[in-house]
């Protein structure tokens, strides 16, 4: 069952190290995250499950102890999901921004299992994977990684588009209130069109959550450089 969860960014700009000089412009979200993950470590959870955007389509599952780098953004800077043996895949960058969170608040309440989930992954799939998620132990935790639009200035990934705005406004009030069912009916084709990576881990979330009861909080809400940044716990 799930008995918490916390939802936070994945940029790589979030490890200072890949951020170098535009490292402060996300204080606040790295703050927020920290206090989200202390959510997660409240709840005494028995399985914590990451769950991020992915390339590949489908979903694929990346055990404890799997590793990630951020080498392609230019900084020699390694992580680990957990303790354990490596597994034979590099982490997704969404989970390898999960894995250096859980480094940096010094995560060792439970073990650890990710989930990375192609952009295309339909909504009915997405809240069935949760629901499985949610069965996999008697306390379960999920750190979902993922933005929301990148589409909210001219010098935005996506250019701008002015159902951005609206688009964000309306996930972090479903995030923030945990509403599930507004969740589960995000509009794929707009999510993809605007670009927001987290359309498909937040709805394993809603899945997972069904019969849960949980109460959302919104800790953070902001877009710097165009792209939507939305921090939030359940528990």
């Known amino acids: 069952m799930l008995v918490a969860a916390a939802v936070c960014p994945s940029p790589p700009l ?12 996300l204080d606040g979200a790295r703050a927020a995250c920290t206090d989200a993950l202390g959510v997660l470590a409240a709840a005494r959870p028995d ?12 979903r694929g599952v990346f055990p404890q102890g799997s590793r990630g780098s951020f080498r392609g953004f230019g900084v020699d800077v390694g992580v680990r999901l957990g303790d354990g043996a ?5 982490l997704p960058t969404s989970l390898a921004v999960g894995a ?18 192609g952009e295309p992954l339909a909504a009915e799939r997405c809240v069935e994977a949760g629901r499985e998620i949610a069965g996999r132990a008697a306390r379960v935790a999920l750190l979902v990684m993922g933005d929301a639009s990148a589409c909210r200035t001219l010098k935005a990934p996506g250019y701008l588009d002015e159902r951005a705005a609206p688009f964000d406004a309306e996930v972090a009030r479903a995030l923030g209130t945990a509403d599930i069912t507004a969740i589960k009916n995000l509009d794929t084709a707009l999510a993809h069109d605007l670009k927001a990576a987290g359309r498909a881990p937040w709805q ?9 009861d949980l109460t959302g909080t919104l800790l953070h809400d902001d877009a710097p450089y165009g792209v939507c940044y939305l921090v939030a716990t359940w528990s």
């Open 100 to 117: 250096w969170l859980l480094e940096r608040t010094g995560w060792a309440d439970a073990p650890i299992e990710g989930l990375g989930v």
């Open 47 to 58: 399985l914590l499950v990451v769950v991020g955007p992915a390339e590949q389509s489908g």
């Open 14 to 25: 979030l490890v200072p190290e890949v951020a170098a000089g535009a490292a402060p412009e």
């Open 86 to 90: 490596a597994g034979e895949r590099e």
């Open 204 to 212: 394993i979330l809603a899945g997972a959550a069904e019969h849960a």
